[in-house]
């Protein structure tokens, strides 16, 4: 191409190419994050991972981090404490080669604001950064470490292996107060300890997830529930394989499975069909058909041994104590109508239908 032409292509160029942002450099656009991970409680470390992507305006780089054959079992470091992740957390700035931030944070979390709005406070003249609860012993359960900051130099695994050197961490010991730095306090929201927050951006469930009734009925639980029906939800199986090459259209022009799904392996039972899963019902064992015939009696008679009416046996009464719960998984995914498998009689709504209406 001639030298003038060149030049006027590239001018035309530039003027027709649609401005693009500019793209940072790999190293500051990824924000690396750090989850506690507990094998006893995995659900709790899967809502946490999902709430951290499901608000992120830039790239992740999720790490689990524990002490297990599962994950990360070369991290050498043998003290243990309340969990498997207790001390390993002030392991992050070695695991980040003591360069740039990076966050730690306890699996019993609920991430409701964009983790690049937080990484938004780093301040270099600060080694940590913390909400500074009420409760001391919670600061540490969010730390948004400056790995680089010549003060977290020390944190290596034989000094936190060793409690004569690495007393109390958890304090940030290794460190003058001066270094910790505070971030709002709706950063982490610690349930029952604070006061209730409306718009709390990170919830940590400290005394547990809901998903245990010990907690039920805690504050943020509707989200936590509504979070751990995301991580578990899937599209149709139409939608998701019926475009691809493993899907085929049948006469009727329903899409199925191009080949066979459920091979009958040498000694495995081939699926239950209808009929056999009635016939199964029916042949059911003594027990399950006594226990049958005791709740229907139950249901006409009452409960005679505590001597309950029968119209307040099964009458739905327990319902009530989920009503919050219910009303945020409504709002949360605009349900019109709700299917009650365990109903019983459903007479607590007809009898007392004040408290059905405040979460209306």
Known sequence: MPPVMSILFSVLRDRVRPERKPVPPPGDAMLRVFIGYDDRQTVAYHVAHHSLYARASRPLAITPLAITPL??????????????????????????NFSGWALLLDPDMLVRGGIAELFGYADPQYAVMVVKNTERFEWASAILFNCAHRANQCLTPYF???????????RFDWLDESLVGAVPGEWNH???YDEP?????WVHYTQGVPLHPEVAGCEYEGHWNAALAAVNASRPWSELMGPSVH????A???IAPKLQVTPKLPGQAAPATPAQR??????ASERYQN???LYKNMHTRGDTLNAIPADKTFDGRSLVAHLRTIADLIGQFGARTVLDYGCGKAQARGRDPARWRCHQ
């Not at 936190?160 to 958890?170: G, N, Y």
């Not at 009635?278 to 042949?283: E, L, P, V, Y």
């Open 160 to 170: 936190v292996d060793t409690p004569q050197a690495c007393r109390a961490p958890h």
């Open 71 to 96: 994950v990360l079992d070369t991290l050498p470091l043998e003290r243990r404490g309340l969990t498997l992740f207790t001390y390993s957390r002030f392991l992050v700035p070695w695991l980040c």
């Open 278 to 283: 009635a016939q199964s019902r029916a042949g």
């Open 190 to 192: 610690t349930v029952g």
């Open 252 to 254: 009727d022009g329903a």
């Open 247 to 250: 899907a085929k259209q049948l």
């Open 197 to 201: 927050r409306a718009e709390a951006k």
């Open 291 to 293: 226990l049958i015939e």
